[in-house]
Nanobody, 119 residues
């Protein structure tokens, strides 16, 4: 059984910062997993925010490029999302996802953490 637990969400003013964490536990070789952060705004579909592969290379959605940073600490089985210069459109539930396998047949999601950015 694998669990991903997000934390660090909250209410922040536009222009502020938050750091999200996602801790993995259970039968998981965390360092081999492709990790990602996704956001689901009210009434909208879940969308990709950032990803990081086992080797550390990262990828970002265009709207967050230059403001958000994804990182991982394999020793702590944790992935982070540092969010700076937050905008009201960044409001939503942020989910952590971990995938592994040739076809990403192993795929685990956290329960999400709410981020609200006030204008």
């Amino acid at each position: 059984q694998v669990q991903l637990v997000e934390s660090g969400g909250g209410l922040v003013q536009a222009g502020g910062s938050l750091r999200l964490s996602c801790a993995a536990s259970g039968r998981i070789l965390f360092s081999t997993y492709f990790m990602g952060w996704y956001r689901q705004a009210p009434g909208k579909q879940r969308e990709l925010v950032a990803t990081i592969i086992s080797g550390g290379s990262t990828n970002y959605a265009a709207p967050v490029e230059g403001r958000f940073t994804i990182s991982r600490d394999n020793a702590k089985n944790t992935v982070y999302l540092q969010m700076n210069s937050l905008k009201p459109e960044g409001t939503g539930v942020y989910y952590c996802d971990g995938k592994r396998g040739k076809y990403f047949e192993l795929d685990y999601w956290g329960q999400g953490t709410q981020v609200t950015v006030s204008s």
